[in-house]
């Protein structure tokens, strides 16, 4: 959870960053603004593609590194 909880962070920093409302993230992406809003807000955990999505337009991405 704690590693679900630093991405949707970055996910909102970025979003803010770029002037992006939720809204905004719906119309690039196709997920409804409620489901980005109970993701934002942790009331909700996102599948794996869910998060892909929405962090495609905002210039992330998720990779997996060897420690």
Request: one cysteine or more; a positive charge; charged letters at 30%.
């Amino acid at each position: 959870i704690d590693i679900m909880s630093d991405i949707i962070t970055k996910i909102i920093e970025r979003r803010q960053e770029l002037g992006i409302s939720q809204r905004d993230l719906e119309n690039l992406t196709g997920i409804r603004q409620e489901a980005i809003c109970r993701i934002e807000t942790m009331k909700n955990v996102p599948q794996l593609d869910t998060l892909i999505k929405l962090m495609g337009p905002l210039g992330l991405k998720l990779s997996v590194v060897k420690q």
